[in-house]
């Protein structure tokens, strides 16, 4: 059975719930190992043993691994790879910062961001910002990839027992150094997990509108808020709103569009949800191409009137 | 300082690609092709970077057909100084285009090596990685604000909960994301001027690398089509259907 290696996402205290689908991913692939290396990450790799399908943890613990600096894990993972047959991490920032510096140490392509496992090294994955889906079959001797989260359920984060062993890896390379990070603190489901997604585009008008029109209706329906591309770029909201091609992909139970046209791009980061609902006031918006229900109007008058009514 | 920026020359952002009926791949006969957008914002912070006198000359770089040339000229017409064409036919896989780079990294020896976060065809998201990891050298990814310092540069990098920021020692490799700033558009001066600008025409055999594809394309298909569904008339409506679904 092939020995696959898991990058686990997490603070040092809980892992994140983009690991658990890669457990689902890479269980497909063979026996998992998780990887957790961070500084002070005691808590994590406890928390990752728990979770259903994980065979054995290492535990990488070392003030280099404390900001997940690709300068310093790539190193580590590679060297770890000895053991392994694939190194599966998610497709998030994290996950895409530093799988590519590993395969490029392992002289592999990587395949990136999979849909499904259709053979030991044969996978499906979109292009084109999800226009087409190819699948591919590696040639390589070992496998490097990452998952895309919202294609694979998710792993029981409990109900696992697998040993923490503790492995330690190169040191600091003094290439690079972390200076600080600006994580907006919310209450609210994190977009990549939320059953509910209320998002906005351009039509918002600006900040304030945003957030008179948008939010309320979110917070009634618990909902995670996100944002085009446009909305992005036009300063309603900051860039970890924003779904599509390049932001965040979500699949949540539903995603509400509202004032959001529909490019290609933004599409490509949200079609897979399970009910879309759109509010726009154009007729003939490719967002109705795909919505499952359509309301035509002002979303300046029928979004307040939505809340109010829920 | 040098820059060394890599173009690639992809389907036009604005064109909806369409899958091949015999599931080979997507086809781009007569399909309006441009820059890749990531890579536009790598040529034009380059510029900048030049214009505060940061950076001394940029050199672009493509990998792929005679036609990249023009993406090329693109490249020389916003403000890069000269450009190399390392051309072939033969799609090529991020890990051998990162392997060129390398190639001409060792030659021309840049201070900042800068590229887009991902192209928009193949959305594999890893040159620039893997150059960082083949010369050795520190990673910006998904740059949204560079400022260089002495012999180290301060990335501002745009990550899942927010922006982190993160200090490298130069020589380093820095990716683009959107927000870095917005590309300007070439002149018509500028781009007479550019089909002057010296352009070398390379191979990868040039710089020895094997671009035979470690991954092989079994088949290009559809996605799932989504179908759309029903238009309601009113808000009381959709608040009916939220109730139906359980989630109002």
């Not at chain 2, 064409?85 to 780079?101: R, Y």
């Not at chain 2, 070439?186 to 001027?193: D, E, G, T, Y």
Request: aromatic share 4%.
């Amino acid at each position: 059975m092939a020995k696959v290696l898991v990058w686990v996402e997490h603070d040092n205290a809980s892992v994140k719930d983009a690991t658990l689908a890669v457990v689902t991913a890479a269980s497909q692939i063979g026996e998992v190992t998780a990887l957790v290396a961070g500084s002070g990450c005691d808590a994590a790799a406890a928390a990752a043993a728990q979770i259903e399908g994980v065979t054995k943890v290492l535990k990488a613990d070392d003030a280099a691994y404390a900001n997940a600096l690709a300068e310093n894990v790539a190193p580590l993972v590679a060297g770890l790879m000895a053991d392994y047959d694939a190194f599966v991490a998610p497709a998030t920032t994290t996950g895409k910062n530093i799988a590519p510096r590993v395969a490029a140490l392992l002289d592999v392509m990587q395949v990136s961001d999979i849909l499904s496992v259709e053979g030991p090294k044969t996978f499906t994955r979109p292009i084109y910002a999800g226009n087409a889906i190819a699948t591919v079959e590696s040639t390589d001797a070992k496998l490097v990839i990452t998952v895309r989260g919202t294609a694979f359920g998710k792993a029981a984060a409990t109900g696992g027992s697998a040993a923490v062993e503790a492995v330690s890896g190169p040191a600091d390379s003094g290439l690079s150094s972390f200076v600080g990070s600006e994580i907006a603190k919310s209450e609210r489901p994190e977009l990549t997990s939320a059953k509910i997604i209320v998002s906005g585009g351009r039509a918002l008008k600006d900040a304030a509108t945003f957030q008179e029109v948008i939010i309320p209706l979110a917070d009634k329906l618990g909902a995670g808020v996100g944002a085009s591309r446009a909305a992005v770029d036009a300063g309603y909201v900051p860039n970890d709103y924003q779904v599509g091609q390049t932001g965040k992909i979500v699949a949540p139970q539903v995603y509400i569009a509202v004032g959001i046209s529909g490019a290609i791009q933004h599409l490509a980061g949200m079609k897979d949800s399970k009910v879309i609902i759109a509010i726009n006031k154009d007729e003939d918006a490719p967002i109705f191409q795909v919505a499952d229900i359509g309301l035509v109007g002002d979303l300046f008058k029928l979004v307040p009137e939505l809340t109010g009514k829920l | 300082m040098k820059a060394l920026v890599c173009v690639k020359r992809v389907i036009d952002y604005n064109v909806k690609p369409r899958v091949k009926a015999d599931g080979t791949g997507v086809d781009l006969a007569n399909v309006k092709m441009s820059m890749n957008p990531f890579d536009e914002i790598a040529v034009e912070e380059a510029i900048r970077l030049k214009e505060k006198g940061v950076v001394t000359e940029i050199i672009a770089v493509s990998v792929g057909p005679q036609k990249a040339q023009e993406t090329l000229r693109t490249a020389l017409a916003m403000g890069a100084d000269r450009a190399i064409l390392v051309m072939t036919d033969d799609e090529v896989e991020p890990l051998a285009v990162a392997k060129i780079v390398k190639g001409i990294a060792d030659e021309e020896a840049p201070g900042l090596i800068i590229t887009g976060k991902q192209a928009i065809d193949d959305d594999s998201n890893q040159v620039g990685q893997m150059v960082a990891a083949l010369l050795g050298r520190p990673q910006g990814t998904f740059a949204n604000e560079i400022t260089v310092e002495g012999d180290s540069v301060v990335v501002k990098r745009e990550i899942d909960g927010g922006l982190e920021t993160v200090k490298l020692a130069l020589p380093a490799v820095v990716t683009t994301d959107l927000r870095l700033n917005e590309p300007r558009y070439a002149s018509l001066p500028n781009i007479m001027k550019a089909k002057n600008k010296p352009l070398a025409n390379k191979t990868p055999a040039d710089y020895g690398v094997d671009t035979t594809p470690r991954l092989k394309t079994l088949k290009v298909g559809e996605p799932p089509v989504r179908v759309a569904g029903i238009k309601v008339a009113d808000v009381d409506a959709l608040v009916a259907k939220l109730k139906e679904m359980g989630v109002a």
